[in-house]
T-cell receptor
Framework: DVKVTQSSRYLVKRTGEKVFLECVQDMDHENMFWYRQDPGLGLRLIYF???????EKGDIPEGYSVSREKKERFSLILESASTNQTSMYLC????????????????FGPGTRLLVL | DAKTTQPTSMDCAEGRAANLPCNHSTISGNEYVYWYRQIHSQGPQYIIH???NNETNEMASLIITEDRKSSTLILPHATLRDTAVYYCIVTPISSGSARQLTFGSGTQLTVLP
């Protein structure tokens, strides 16, 4: 079974703090994703990575950065946390599509609920 | 990406089959139907996906109509642990690059004892 783990289930930080959210997957997946989920807004993509040291902005990258130094690990960084970054953060991973073009399934971690005070 | 329409909520008696409908009338030929669910305060969990044929796995069955404009997820014997929000997602066959998933509002399934 695919396993995606996230470093914390719950996190409380203060405004202005630097926050690191870690995600690790054990299935040798090339693609990794960071989403945030807010009531009424669904899941929104922050950043994704399709290879080590490669990253692409998603729909809402402002205020965030990412790091992918190793294939299994994808970190989300909040450089200076703000109250509007209070949210549920979800990491996901997938293989790239096969030669037939089939979209590979994304597998999600348990989520980190971040509260910024 | 094609949009999906799902009922906001449904109830199902424990032990009975839960049939969750999804309308995706604008689906195109290169788009898959995926189902995920999200139990309260957890990450989304993959259930099943299909292109045009019906599919079955250890969790559920997916029935896709011949015109592909709608589908039904079937949980054959619902348990209390199946209470969750169920999301039907239509996503194109990837061209090779990573693609985000677009989750709608989903259906809140409540399994009643």
């Amino acid at each position: 079974d695919v396993k995606v783990t996230q470093s914390s289930r719950y996190l409380v930080k203060r405004t202005g703090e630097k926050v690191f959210l870690e995600c690790v997957q054990d299935m040798d997946h090339e693609n990794m994703f960071w989403y945030r989920q807010d009531p009424g807004l669904g899941l929104r993509l922050i950043y994704f990575s399709y290879d080590v040291k490669m990253k692409e902005k998603g729909d809402i990258p402002e205020g965030y950065s990412v790091s992918r130094e190793k294939k299994e690990r994808f970190s989300l960084i909040l450089e200076s946390a703000s109250t509007n970054q209070t949210s549920m953060y979800l990491c996901a991973s997938s293989r790239p599509s096969s030669g037939s073009g089939h979209q590979e399934t994304q597998y999600f971690g348990p989520g980190t609920r971040l509260l910024v005070l | 990406d094609a949009k999906t329409t799902q009922p906001t909520s449904m109830d199902c008696a424990e032990g009975r089959a839960a049939n969750l409908p999804c309308n995706h009338s604008t689906i195109s030929g290169n788009e898959y139907v995926y189902w995920y669910r999200q139990i309260h305060s957890q990450g989304p969990q993959y259930i099943i996906h299909g292109l045009k044929n019906n599919e079955t796995n250890e969790m559920a069955s997916l029935i896709i109509t011949e015109d592909r404009k709608s589908s039904t997820l079937i949980l054959p014997h619902a348990t209390l642990r199946d209470t969750a929000v169920y999301y039907c997602i239509v996503t194109p066959i990837s061209s090779g690059s990573a693609r985000q998933l677009t989750f709608g509002s989903g259906t809140q399934l409540t399994v009643l004892p």
